[in-house]
């Protein structure tokens, strides 16, 4: 079956690597872009006529890359190259290409094209629009929806972010090892902003940025079939499933948050679970820790506990541990302050958090959590203060639609106490 | 006579397609399986999770040696397997080609003759 709809997949599966190949052959982003582009369609119509290649990305670099010289050669009125269906399929010089492209190849290319996409000085927003773009290959307006910005601003950003990254230096070189680890840290943060813009959507906005996980899952996926023995790729790639795994879980049918304690752990996906629990034993056998593994290791236990009260909180704090050591950050401490909580008690979490009052004080989930254990220790009155200040901060309607259950419940508890008290003067 | 066919395909492409996709591709193959159960031609199947997630073990002279990843580094990836109970190569053949056509991307399936059979064990 070669239908349009087979062929699109395999277009948009390819991009990746093809684009990344023919920036290497062009080192300039539109014109890698273009000469995809044009190899598209030319597949579109080859492919259906001929079948597709065994290699659809090689064929794609390969007509790519002659469609990018022929149009500098026509320029230079110059005699063409020959037409595609001379170089098309299954013979042996496809074979000898194919050959030649290979994953070594491909791997610094690909890394390099996300490299490319997160330049510094480009503000993260930018970064993830880029990769989406160029990468990815999502429309501008799938993008634009994803951001809930408006389509001609997206445009516009992304041409912003294609001219900054035009005037800077794009290193073309082979990376040497410290040179490609630093590339691969800067393009794992990366792919983890695109699944967390996605992981923080809520209400009508997620079905458009749903597949911001998925694209980031999809790029980890990649990453790691290049660098199969990295670690930390293995832990970003699990710490996605296993959170993603929990998404028809996240919120009942009106759509409010409901804890992770709460959950119907039957709704999580199996099949990105088991993938995730894979991906951790795996990393975990280099024994070359890092931050990505730790919290994929954290996001393991939840997933291993059948019921909530079956969740292995020792652990869990002690992982924490770990990761505070690694990645020192308020937030960090925020987190396992709940398995302190759950250990020893709310007045142990709470004990832990003060010092943070000043550094998270504009932060919504430190007031949630922090009223939490304020309401779990019958302080309602300050309960009713941090819930006050969490709403405030809300990032979402269903954020905020969440705290107010919790002070609905307050008024509902406190209502008595205080007429008893009033009466009583 | 027993075979076993191995599903080949493009992972890149089987692992970007959409939930209807999947959901649709599995509805057809679950055609092409269920006359075989009822004739009792069908053994054990199995999906297998993407190769990013394998790990393999290979024999040396001294302690077997573990690497990530798969196998063997193709442009296409084994998904998958049956194991037909069948009289014939022709009739494997067959069965490979019904299921070549109810799969939504071309790929590839290689069919074996099996050696030694464990009847599944799992409930």
Redesign the interface.
């Known amino acids: 079956?070669?239908d349009i709809?087979?062929i699109d997949?395999?277009l948009?599966?390819?991009r990746p690597q093809a684009v990344a190949a023919l920036l290497r052959y062009f080192r300039d982003l539109d014109a890698a872009e273009e000469a995809f582009q044009e190899a598209c369609l030319r597949a579109l119509k080859n492919w259906p006529k001929n079948?597709?290649p065994?290699?659809?990305t090689a064929w794609l670099v390969f007509v790519g890359r002659n469609s990018g010289i022929d149009a500098i050669r026509k320029t230079s009125r110059q005699t063409e190259l020959p037409p595609e269906d001379q170089i098309s399929d299954l013979n042996d010089s496809e074979a000898d290409m194919?050959e030649r492209l290979?994953?070594a190849d491909y791997r610094d290319d690909v890394l390099r094209l996300l490299f490319v996409c997160c330049h510094p000085e480009l503000p993260s927003t930018q970064q993830i629009a880029l990769a989406l773009r160029i990468v990815s290959g999502l429309s501008v307006r799938q993008i634009a929806r994803a951001f809930i910005v408006s389509e001609a601003a997206m445009e516009q950003r992304i041409t912003r972010a294609k001219a900054r990254i035009a005037r800077a230096d794009v290193p073309f070189e082979a990376p040497g090892p410290v040179e490609r680890a630093e590339r691969f840290a800067a393009v794992a943060a990366m792919v983890y902003l695109v699944f967390n813009e996605g992981y923080s959507a809520t209400g009508d906005e997620m079905p458009a940025r749903v597949q911001l996980c998925e694209e980031a899952i999809?790029l980890a996926?990649?990453l790691?079939?290049l660098f199969?023995?990295e670690p930390e790729m293995?832990g970003l790639?699990a710490l996605m499933l296993l959170q993603h795994a929990r998404m028809p879980a996240r919120f009942d049918a009106d759509g409010q948050i409901v804890l992770l304690e709460e959950q119907d752990r039957s709704l999580w996906n199996r099949?990105m679970i088991?993938?995730g629990l894979?991906?951790v034993d795996?990393a975990l056998?280099h024994r070359r820790p890092g931050p990505y593994q730790v919290q994929a290791a954290i996001a393991a236990l939840h997933a291993r506990a059948e019921r909530a009260e079956d969740t292995d909180w020792q652990e869990i704090d002690v992982l924490y541990a770990v990761l505070e050591t690694m990645q020192p950050s308020p937030v960090v401490t925020l987190n396992r302050s709940v398995a302190r909580a759950k250990l020893h008690g709310p007045q142990a979490g709470l004990d832990m958090i003060e010092p943070l009052a000043e550094r998270l004080d504009t932060y919504f989930s430190f007031h949630g959590v922090r009223g939490a254990y304020f309401m779990q220790l019958g302080r309602n009155r300050e309960a009713r203060e941090e819930f006050d200040r969490a709403i405030a901060l809300a990032n979402s309607a269903a954020e905020a639609a969440h705290i107010r259950i919790h002070l609905d419940r307050l008024a509902k508890e406190s209502a008595p106490a205080e007429l008893a008290a009033a009466a009583k003067k | 006579m027993l075979y076993a066919i191995l599903c080949y395909n493009h992972e890149e492409i089987t692992s970007a397609w959409t939930r209807e996709d999947d959901d649709r591709c599995m509805a057809q193959l679950m055609a092409v399986q269920e006359p075989l159960k009822q004739q009792g031609k069908l053994g054990p199947v199995a999906r297998l999770l993407p190769t990013s997630a394998a790990t393999t073990l290979r024999k040396t002279k001294d302690e077997p040696l573990v690497i990530d990843g798969p196998f063997a580094e193709t442009k296409e990836q084994l998904l998958g397997f049956y194991v037909v109970d069948v009289d014939s190569l022709d009739e494997a053949l067959g069965i490979a080609r019904d299921l070549a056509d109810a799969n939504l991307s071309p790929g590839s399936y290689e069919i074996r003759p099996i050696m030694t059979f464990m009847p599944n064990t799992t409930p």
Request: glycine content about 4%; overall charge positive.
């Open positions: 079956m070669t709809a087979w997949k395999a948009s599966a390819a079948g597709p065994r290699d659809p194919a290979d994953n999809r996926r990649l790691l079939r199969p023995t293995m790639l099949a088991n993938e894979a991906l795996k056998r």
